[in-house]
């Protein structure tokens, strides 16, 4: 069973940085690209960033272009967000899902999504 499991969120003031987790399990890691997404109260769900299977090649989402980066742990099955200088509005539940491919929306699971909080 393909499974992602999100661990990293929390609160935090405008200005700090967290670092988001996804842990995969169940499928070959590198068979899939990952994507982090977010949902916040009353919007509809959008990408933030993704980083692809073949050649590692990241993409995000302008607002948070220098803000955040992605990176991936093959040894630990991981996908890590790591978002610095962290504002109001990028308050969300942040998912991770695995994907045939960035930007496919070809997913294969998501994980349960952690909540994520900046406080001005």
């Known amino acids: 069973e393909v499974q992602l499991v999100e661990s990293g969120g929390g609160l935090v003031q405008a200005g700090g940085s967290l670092r988001l987790s996804c842990a995969a399990s169940g499928f070959t890691f590198n068979d899939y690209a990952i994507g982090w997404f977010r949902q916040a109260p009353g919007k509809e769900r959008e990408g933030v960033s993704c980083?692809?299977?073949?050649?590692?090649?990241?993409y995000f989402k302008d607002s948070v272009k220098g803000r955040f980066t992605i990176s991936s742990d093959s040894a630990k099955n991981t996908v890590y967000l790591q978002m610095n200088n962290l504002k109001p509005e990028d308050t969300a539940v942040y998912y991770c899902?695995?994907?045939?491919?960035?930007?496919?929306?070809?997913?294969?699971?998501w994980g349960q999504g952690t909540q994520v909080t900046v406080s001005s």
């Open positions: 899902a695995a994907d045939y491919e960035c930007g496919s929306a070809l997913f294969v699971s």
């Open positions: 980083i692809s299977s073949n050649n590692g090649i990241t």
